[in-house]
Nanobody, 125 residues
Framework: QVQLVESGGGLVQAGGSLRLSCAAS????????MGWFRQAPGKEREFVAA????????YYADSVKGRFTISRDNAKNTVFLQMNSVKPEDTAVYYC??????????????????WGQGTQVTVSS
């Protein structure tokens, strides 16, 4: 049974930092592209960042490029999202996701096979 469990969310002031973690189990973690998505109230889920199985390549949404960093530790089956210089518009539930066989864009939610339950990030102004 595949499980993705996010942690690290919370309340942070604008300009601050937060580090999200996603611990995976029940899958061969090092074979999966891992992604972060977010969903704000009343909005569709949107792509944030993704990283290839061995961490060689990363992808970012324009809205977070230069502020967020995705990384992974395959020995610990964990993917991270370092969020710096956060803004109120970063407020959302953040989800991690796993993609075994990418057939299209890594930014497409439909690409991903497994999803976590999400962790809330709230940025105050």
């Amino acid at each position: 049974q595949v499980q993705l469990v996010e942690s690290g969310g919370g309340l942070v002031q604008a300009g601050g930092s937060l580090r999200l973690s996603c611990a995976a189990s029940g899958l061969t973690f090092s074979s999966y592209i891992m992604g972060w998505f977010r969903q704000a109230p009343g909005k569709e889920r949107e792509f944030v960042a993704a990283i290839t199985p061995r961490g060689a390549r990363t992808y970012y949404a324009d809205s977070v490029k230069g502020r967020f960093t995705i990384s992974r530790d395959n020995a610990k089956n964990t993917v991270f999202l370092q969020m710096n210089s956060v803004k109120p518009e970063d407020t959302a539930v953040y989800y991690c996701a796993a993609d075994k066989t990418p057939l299209g864009q890594v930014s497409a939610a439909g690409e991903y096979d497994y999803w976590g339950q999400g962790t809330q990030v709230t940025v105050s102004s």
